[in-house]
Each structure stands twice: as structure tokens, then as C-alpha cells.
């Protein structure tokens, strides 16, 4: 078989071969899940101070004004005994004062709410160990790995516990979560949540924040709603993403960049079943860039969203992701994008896009 050639066709690639997530099945225990219940490596260095409002959105410098005495209010409230009880060891903590005890992060897509909620994860006056943060999936896949009186008391001794995308759309998952952190504001840990929104809701593009409110059914007395509109930042000034690339541009990437992944779409798509979604972060530890070939529409709802756990994943470690094919915002039919799940979609086609404008800059320096 010859050896393929580089985009320039000046000659036969020489480079290491690249790596493939499809060679990958990692095996991830427990107490990983909990240590990794941080803000991801996108949001290590957020801080309020770096939240650029967007001035002609008054809600958004008020959320700030108001997540931040949140969290001075959390300093000065009892938060167990200052050391990590990952498997619930130690003083039981006091019981939740009155009054809310969480606050909502209410606004459409790319309005900086996940930027809020690590800022105030890292604004919260406790060592990393009395604070978690974690997707709604993440926190459900820790309940699976736990089990649900195991995830209570792992996490009843911190100050605060954050819920990034947190999903209305499986009723058996919100009953889950809802009952979780009805124990845990007993326990009292204070909460903090964002949730993306469904396109055309209300007319407005995004949740109510009854939506949410209702659904976590009788936390609702202990959240604070904040709105926070405007535009989605990832779009807001920049340029339409780049179109996608050829294969054998797509392969030429792959081979000269250190740490690049290189996989055909579809087997990608066929491997990621085969993986529990809860292990798809460490499916791309150490991946630099991903470079995918063939990128069509996805099959099937079920392929979909584990789809969108992967570019959650890729998107929080800024992992770019080159592509050949079809560009990211044709992967999902109308019918997904007009059904139950769309706020998933819209989402993973909003993180696609970031993460392949950041790609572009891996082709342009080739």
C-alpha cells in the first residue's frame, strides 16, 4: 500500500502516524469521577474579573454584582471540616440556613453562564475539595458510578455544588437530580445551575426560568433566578466558521501535528457506542487536536447525543477539531433540530464551531 501523500503532493508523509480515538477504551474508576469535578481546563483561569460584560446587556454586569456576593456569603457560611470527605467521613455538616440556598443562570446559548458558574466555583472562599463542579450528565454519570446514597454522602460535606447544563429533557434524569439535590441543600450545600435553552421557547430562544424552576419540582424556594440576556459570544464579531477541509488536508494536519488524533467519522461515531459516555474526557486525554474525516449527518438520535457528550468534552479542553465533509452545522437533520432534544444540538454545533475556527489555525501554520 503506498504511503499517502501530503496536501502539497510534493511527497510521501513522514511524520509518526497520528493517534485514534477509535484505538481508545479507557477504563475510568470512581474516584477519578469525583477528582475531576472541577471547572474544565477552558475555565481554569475564569474569574469575574474576566467576564467581559457586554454593555448593552445591563443583566449581565448585574449577575456579576450578584454571584459575587453569593459567594462572599458562602465564605462566612458553616462548611464542614475543611477537608475532602470524598466518601462521606467526618463532622455531618449543619443544616441549610434560610432563604435560597442556589442561584439559576437564566439565558440562551453563549451568554458566558458557564463562565459565571466556574467564576463563582473559584470565587467561593473553600479549599477545591469542599466544592464540585460538574455537567448534568457528569453528575448523573457519578450517581451510576456511586450509586445515589453513596453520591449524597460523597458530596453532603461541600460548600457548593455547581450544574452546568443542566438538561430538562429526560424526565427520569430530572427526578433523579432533583431528589439528589434535595438531600444535599438538607445537608446544607448551596447550589449553583445554568441550562441552555430551546430555540423558539416562549418566542424568546431560550428556558424560562419557571421551566426549570418547575421542574426541579420543590427546590424551587431554594434558587434564585438570574436572566442574563444577549447575543452568543462564539458568534459576536467573529467570522462564519471555516468551510471544512479536504481529506487529504485533514491527514496532513493530522501527521505534522504532535498529539493529533486522526479517525474516520463514521467509525468514530460507531466506536463512541461502544464507550460509556461517562468516559468520553478521558477518551481524549492527551489529544492535542482532533482531525475527522467523512463528517456527515449523524444517523440517529442515539448517536446524536453521544455526539454531543464528545464535543462537550472536546469543547471544555479546547481541543480543536479539524474536519472534511460536511461542515458541522448540517450534522443534525430538522427533525432533531425541531424536536426534544434541540438545545443539545444547537449547543454541540455552536462548540464545533469554536473549536473548528481554532483548527483553522492549525492548517494556516502548516
Known amino acids: 500500500m503506498s504511503s499517502p501523500l501530503a496536501p502539497s503532493g510534493s511527497g510521501p508523509i513522514t511524520d509518526p502516524a497520528p493517534l485514534s480515538l477509535c484505538a481508545r477504551e479507557p477504563h475510568v474508576p470512581a474516584d477519578r469521577l469525583v477528582a475531576e469535578m472541577v471547572p474544565p481546563p477552558r475555565f481554569d483561569s ?21 454571584l459575587e456576593g453569593f459567594a ?13 470527605r470524598l466518601f462521606g467521613f467526618g ?13 439559576y443562570l437564566d439565558g440562551g446559548y453563549g451568554v458566558g453562564k458557564t463562565h459565571l458558574l466556574a467564576s463563582l466555583w473559584h470565587a467561593t ?8 463542579f460538574g455537567t448534568f450528565v457528569e453528575l448523573t454519570n457519578l450517581v451510576g458510578a456511586l450509586g445515589f446514597q453513596q453520591t449524597v454522602r460523597t458530596l453532603s460535606g461541600h460548600r457548593l455544588l455547581c450544574i452546568d447544563e443542566f438538561e430538562l429533557d429526560d424526565p427520569g434524569d430530572t427526578v433523579l437530580v432533583s431528589t439528589l439535590l434535595g438531600k ?10 445554568t441550562s441552555n435553552t430551546l430555540p423558539g421557547k416562549l418566542g424568546e430562544g431560550r428556558f424560562a426560568a419557571a421551566d426549570f424552576l418547575r421542574e426541579i419540582q ?20 467573529l467570522p462564519e466558521a ?9 491527514t496532513g494536519v493530522a501527521h505534522a501535528t504532535e498529539g493529533a488524533s486522526l479517525d474516520a467519522f463514521s467509525p468514530l461515531l460507531e466506536h463512541l457506542a461502544r464507550v460509556h459516555p461517562s468516559r468520553y474526557g478521558a477518551l481524549t486525554d492527551g489529544i492535542r487536536a482532533v482531525c475527522l474525516t467523512g463528517v456527515r449527518p449523524v444517523p440517529d438520535q442515539s448517536t446524536a447525543l453521544r455526539l454531543v457528550v464528545l464535543a462537550d468534552r472536546l469543547y471544555d479542553r479546547e481541543v480543536p477539531v479539524l ?11 430538522d427533525e432533531m433540530l425541531n424536536g426534544g432534544y434541540r438545545k443539545k444540538y444547537f449547543r454541540a454545533i455552536s462548540r464545533l464551531t469554536a473549536l473548528a475556527r481554532d483548527a483553522a489555525k492549525l492548517a494556516n501554520h502548516r
Do not use: C, M
Open 218 to 237: 420543590g427546590l424551587s424556594a431554594h434558587f434564585r433566578a438570574l436572566r442574563i440576556d444577549g447575543e452568543d459570544y462564539r458568534h459576536r464579531g
Open 184 to 193: 444535599l441543600v438538607d445537608a446544607g450545600v448551596a447550589l449553583a445551575a
Open 242 to 250: 471555516p468551510p471544512p477541509y479536504s481529506d487529504e488536508e485533514v
Open 46 to 66: 475564569v474569574r469575574f474579573s474576566t467576564y467581559i460584560p457586554d454593555p448593552n446587556q445591563p443583566s449581565q454586569t448585574e449577575a456579576v454584582r450578584v
Open 72 to 84: 462572599a456569603g458562602l465564605g462566612a457560611a458553616a462548611g464542614g471540616s475543611g477537608k475532602r
Open 125 to 132: 472562599p473553600a479549599e477545591p475539595g469542599l466544592k464540585a
Open 91 to 103: 463532622k455531618a455538616p449543619k443544616k441549610a440556613p434560610a432563604g435560597p440556598r442556589g442561584v
Open 323 to 333: 474536519a472534511s465533509g460536511l461542515p458541522f452545522d448540517q450534522l443534525f437533520s
